[in-house]
């Protein structure tokens, strides 16, 4: 059932969609500038050392280990818009002292440091609350189609944005750069403001106050543990991050120290990667349509699981085809898959749950992501880098039987109701029993 005041045409005539989208586009752009100029200005204007280079890293991606829970739980009490508007805002601000600061003769590593967390802090917030905000914006079975060109703008970027970067870089030095992401904020910032949609925030009152904070954490934890589909999903996922994270951790060492390509070599595999990337986000609303959403999901789980088995085969003697092969599949698979699997969450969460559910999601799936890094570092320290590769490759082969062999296979179209179970249905489809301890913000990493 259509919701009233949305309007009819498609996506291309939904004016709120539009600025969303149109927001989101030019702050992902101006992001891929500043995620080379700020590691280039640490490295090269700063000098920083190997062990400041790479906190720099870990402080931008910690946040979302320790906020992602917290920030689902806000997200889902207070009204999103706002969240986008402040997170883009905010990250504008930030942006714009690292120039202020260089060009006072002031800048240190330890501000590149800070400034980094704290982006990453509102960062955490604007993606839980975008993410949560689209299902409020357009209907359910627009929410492939939405998530399609919101991944398409994120994969264009990340073949035109590295370009721009070293262009600007090389043009007005690290630095500037980084005030050209501040501008895109800047202007997301204005689309935010021009969305017109407005939410219908929960009521508290003295007799129905406002949880605390961990009965609400644990309440987005339980319902995505609880609920088969998404358990699934979380299993494939976090499985696949470990073992890429594990692969790509070292892949570069091996292209160059192995394989010894050129640069234009590896830069062209992983502009293939980007091509994929790009096909998937076009295709995935039409593949969806005609073999459903869960052979959908499982199709493209398949392709992101396979395509990792290519880097360790390929030969010495000419590497290049399989490699590109590889990236293509992972490309592909990667972004359809991520549409599709996003899209049925958000359709199948109730919306006072859409926050924590994406916190949840999120803190559960990246939190392996750092793991696989370090497995994958351990292991080709002690028995070398190809031995690492086959160890990532060979583990992502088995990532999308959680899909496969669960009723997500069996999913042919986006659910058009939710309906949320008991407590105690919950409990018995996730096999959860009351008294025992959930996940915590302790065990990020696990």
Known sequence: ?????????????????????????????????????????????????????SLLGVLGFLPFILFALPAGVWVDRLARRPILIVGDAARAALFILIPILWATHVLEVWHLLVISFVIGIFTVFFDVAYQSYLPALVDREQLIDGNSKLQLTVSITQVAGPSTSGALIAAITAPYAIFADAISFVVS????????????????????????????????????????????????????????????????????????????????????????????????????????VGPT????????????????????????????????????????YNITQISLRQAITPERLQGRMNAAMRWIVWGTIPLGTLAGGAIATAYGLRAALWVGALGGLVTFLPVMLTSVRSIREMPSTVDEPTPAQAELEGGLVEGLPLPGPAAADA
Request: hydrophobic fraction near 50%; glycine fraction near 10%.
């Open 189 to 292: 910032t204005v689309f935010m403001l021009r969305i017109r949609h407005r939410e219908n925030v929960p009521k508290h009152t003295a007799d129905t106050p406002r949880p605390k904070m961990w009965p609400d954490v644990k309440e987005g934890l339980r319902w995505v543990v609880g609920h088969p589909w998404l358990r699934a999903i979380a299993t494939c996922t976090g499985a696949s991050n470990f073992f890429s994270s594990l692969l790509f951790a070292i892949v570069l060492l091996y292209f160059t120290r192995t394989l010894h390509l050129h640069a234009w070599e590896t830069g062209l595999v992983f502009a293939i990667g980007s091509i994929g990337s790009i096909a998937g986000a076009l295709v995935v609303n039409r593949l969806q349509k005609r073999i459903g």
């Open 297 to 336: 999901i499982v199709l493209t789980a398949i392709c992101f699981s396979g395509g990792g088995i290519f880097y360790p085969l390929a030969p010495k003697s000419f590497p290049l085809p399989l490699l590109m092969l590889a990236q293509a599949l992972f490309g592909f698979g990667a972004v359809a």
């Open 1 to 53: 059932m259509r919701r009233l005041g949305r309007p009819t045409g498609g996506l291309w005539g939904h004016a709120d969609f539009l600025m969303l989208w149109s927001g989101q586009t030019i702050s992902e752009f101006g992001s891929q500038i500043s995620q080379l100029a700020i590691p280039w200005l640490a490295a090269v204007n700063l000098h920083a050392s190997p062990f400041e280079f």
